[in-house]
């Protein structure tokens, strides 16, 4: 019987992000910016509309799902939009307009790592494993040999995510013969 020992080795995960998206809802009866109640889902959008234009946004790039709106379960009259694009700068200048009645619903990117940083990564997690592996051999006296089993269970490429400011870990599970 072989005896193993099994670690995760890891490294910070960094990631390249290419798109962002905002869900944005239009709702009737939510006013989260003012005072003004404004009671016609056209004139809703119309005020929003003009705000994004005097902003600079490119409006034929909102796609409408009023069915995603009710599958949020509110309760009154409404629809969502949806706006992608590559600039930062731009989703920041999206997510500056303020109009009653509208409300960001989801902020998600879309993350890419390129070939040549995953091997990179995969290559600083192998070495942690082993350094975290020769750790714990050390406490009972055993030494490290090759690895028998690896299992890399990430998502690493061209997803959607929510946006995350905080630090992320790429990780594999090693599991090494001990002897």
């Known amino acids: 019987m072989n005896k193993t020992i099994e670690v995760s080795g890891s490294v910070k995960l960094v990631r390249k992000i290419v798109k962002y998206r905002a869900k944005i809802s239009i709702e009737v009866t939510q006013n989260p910016y003012g005072d003004e109640e404004i009671t016609d889902l056209a004139e809703i959008k119309n005020q929003y509309y003009l705000a994004l234009v005097e902003n600079g946004i490119d409006v034929t790039k909102f796609e409408e799902d009023t069915f995603e709106f009710r599958t949020y379960n509110y309760q009154g009259e409404g629809t969502m939009l949806k706006y992608e694009c590559s600039s930062q700068k731009e989703i920041s200048q999206l997510l500056d307009i303020k109009v009653p009645g509208i409300y960001v619903n989801l902020l998600e990117c879309k993350y890419v790592i390129d070939d040549q940083l995953y091997d990179e990564m ?11 592996a020769n750790n714990i051999a050390s406490k009972i006296d055993k030494k ?15 997803y959607w995510t929510t946006f995350n400011s905080y630090d992320e870990f790429f990780e594999l599970k090693v599991i090494f013969e001990i002897e």
């Open 144 to 158: 490290v040999g090759d690895i028998v089993s690896l299992v890399d269970n990430r998502v690493l490429n061209n």
């Open 122 to 132: 995969t290559e600083a997690a192998l070495v942690d494993a082993r350094v975290r």
